[in-house]
């Protein structure tokens, strides 16, 4: 059973607006676009504004520039800082519980992400080429085969 649209009879550029910001996560500077109310849906890729505010009719849309996970760079130890940045930028956020929509390259930080931050990330919707990845008890894992699964998975 997936969510209902706040206004199914609204078009998407009648029901929310987006807003465009920047937030310091440590020292990295990220903008983000944001979009719609209701429980919070991460998109970690590109997105243009149509299909935003189209997911924005069932979720609060957060979608960070994704040069910024680009541009993170390992540490001397090689590890990525990616958990400890998408952590810092739910909190800096406010967002207590979200969900996340990636592609599965990104599936072992996510799992690292959960773990680290038990009952923050309810569900994963991942999309593209499956990997063995485990996440923690609790967390709901997707795989998607394409876009149009989205919406039903949102509730």
């Given at each position: 059973?997936?969510?209902?649209?706040?206004?199914?009879?609204?078009?998407?550029?009648?029901?929310?607006?987006i807003v465009r910001a920047t937030i310091m996560v440590g020292e990295v500077e990220t903008q983000y676009r944001r979009a719609g109310a209701g429980p919070s849906l991460l998109v970690l890729r590109a997105l243009a504004d149509t299909p935003l505010l189209e997911l924005a009719a069932y979720a609060r849309v957060i979608v960070p520039d994704t040069t910024t996970i680009a541009a993170l760079t390992p540490d001397l130890a090689g590890r990525h800082p990616f958990v400890q940045w998408i952590?810092?930028?739910?909190?800096?956020l406010g967002v207590t519980v979200t969900t996340v929509l990636a592609p599965a390259s990104l599936a072992p930080e996510l799992s690292e992400l959960a773990k680290a931050q038990p009952g923050v990330v309810r569900r994963v919707l991942l999309y593209g080429a499956r990997r063995e990845v485990s996440f923690p008890v609790g967390v709901d894992v997707c795989w998607m085969v394409d876009d149009?699964?989205?919406?039903?998975?949102l509730g």
């Open positions: 059973m997936g969510a209902e649209p706040v206004n199914p009879d609204a078009k998407p550029s009648e029901r929310v607006e952590a810092g930028f739910l909190e800096g149009a699964d989205i919406r039903a998975l």
